[in-house]
């Protein structure tokens, strides 16, 4: 790595430390009939996060899997127009043969 790289990740770290450190007070969480006592502010919010991150990733995934299933149709209808126009193409040469 280069020293720009180990520089950003160290002050990365510091950066996430501190959060840690500012936000050790512990909070009641509830949510859906479950209790949770006692978290660390900064667990709730990394696990809110990265929640939010997975649910993100998620549809970023079935987009893409539509976007491939689409792509995959058209694909299949150019290759049949290309098929159609070669059977045309050889059409008209023997014709005027």
Not at 4 to 8: E, L, N, T, W
Not at 31 to 58: A, D, R, T
Not at 63 to 77: A, H, P, Y
Not at 91 to 97: F, K
């Given at each position: 790595?280069?020293i720009?790289?180990?520089?950003?990740v160290?002050?990365?770290?510091?950066?996430?430390?501190?959060?840690?450190?500012?936000n050790?007070?512990?909070?009641?969480v509830s949510?859906?009939?479950?209790?949770?006592?006692?978290?660390?502010?900064?667990?709730?919010?990394?696990?809110?996060?990265?929640?939010?991150?997975?649910?993100?990733?998620?549809f970023?995934?079935?987009?893409?899997?539509?976007?491939?299933?689409?792509?995959?149709?058209?694909?299949?209808?150019?290759?049949g127009?290309?098929?159609?126009?070669?059977?045309?193409?050889q059409?008209?040469?023997?014709?005027?043969?």
């Open positions: 790595m280069t720009v790289k180990i520089s950003s160290i002050f990365l770290l510091l950066l996430l430390g501190l959060f840690i450190v500012y050790s007070q512990t909070v009641n949510y859906l009939g479950v209790k949770f006592e006692n978290m660390p502010l900064w667990l709730v919010v990394f696990i809110s996060v990265f929640v939010g991150i997975f649910i993100g990733w998620l970023m995934f079935i987009d893409e899997l539509t976007i491939k299933r689409k792509l995959k149709n058209s694909e299949k209808e150019i290759k127009l290309k098929d159609e126009i070669a059977q045309l193409r059409l008209t040469i023997t014709r005027e043969e």
